[in-house]
T-cell receptor, first 114, second 110 residues
Framework: NAGVTQTPKFRVLKTGQSMTLLCAQDMNHEYMYWYRQDPGMGLRLIHYSVGEGTTAKGEVPDGYNVSRLKKQNFLLGLESAAPSQTSVYFC?????????????FGPGTRLLVL | LAKTTQPISMDSYEGQEVNITCSHNNIATNDYITWYQQFPSQGPRFIIQGYKTKVTNEVASLFIPADRKSSTLSLPRVSLSDTAVYYCLVGGPGAGKSTFGDGTTLTVKP
């Protein structure tokens, strides 16, 4: 049981490049989330999904897109990367509602945009 | 969304009890209070959750007063390995309604 895994672990992009971050969970959770964490700060919710085929905007969605084509996977896309998107990205999943049910986090993806 | 306020940092020594307080003045009736722990270069992990009064598990206790406008995470007899950032999260029904604050950096000294 791997829990929540994230791919890649680290990536360097040039401004304007695109990339996709992959999150996978093997706990059969309905809910999945993407957060970003800037140095010395807390986590901010980018997008989330309450089930396969659904997505919704969180606190800081601009510049990102997501897809949940399969229940176990949640993809985060950056269409045109900007230096302001340099951050650590965490994916999480939960069986039920985030505020009520425990969120399980992945190890994070460190993204540097030059 | 319920905004949370925590002390930025706290220092303690091994073997002491540590209490970290979180303020959440506009907590909603259906909101729960959850605490997470985060070590450097890792994702947060669940510590404890409560709705009201007191909750205790094998690693911590959570005290919530009757008005629920604050909560206190209590870590008994801390060790060096408890050095981490602790986040108070307030949220309820609705996946996008949970908000992480900036966390409290706890440093445990020998």
């Amino acid at each position: 049981n791997a829990g929540v895994t994230q791919t890649p672990k680290f990536r360097v992009l040039k401004t304007g490049q695109s990339m996709t971050l992959l999150c996978a969970q093997d706990m059969n959770h309905e809910y999945m989330y993407w957060y970003r964490q800037d140095p010395g700060m807390g986590l901010r919710l980018i997008h989330y999904s309450v089930g396969e085929g659904t997505t919704a905007k969180g606190e800081v969605p601009d510049g990102y897109n997501v897809s949940r084509l399969k229940k176990q996977n949640f993809l985060l896309g950056l269409e045109s990367a900007a230096p302001s998107q340099t951050s650590v990205y965490f994916c999480a999943s939960s069986y039920g509602l985030a505020g009520v049910e425990t969120q399980y986090f992945g190890p994070g993806t460190r993204l540097l945009v030059l | 969304l319920a905004k949370t306020t925590q002390p930025i940092s706290m220092d303690s020594y091994e073997g002491q009890e540590v209490n970290i307080t979180c303020s959440h003045n506009n907590i909603a009736t259906n909101d729960y209070i959850t605490w997470y722990q985060q070590f450097p270069s890792q994702g947060p992990r669940f510590i404890i959750q409560g709705y009201k009064t007191k909750v205790t598990n094998e690693v911590a206790s959570l005290f919530i007063p009757a008005d629920r406008k604050s909560s206190t995470l209590s870590l008994p007899r801390v060790s060096l390995s408890d050095t981490a950032v602790y986040y108070c999260l307030v949220g309820g029904p609705g996946a996008g309604k949970s908000t992480f604050g900036d966390g409290t950096t706890l440093t445990v000294k020998p």
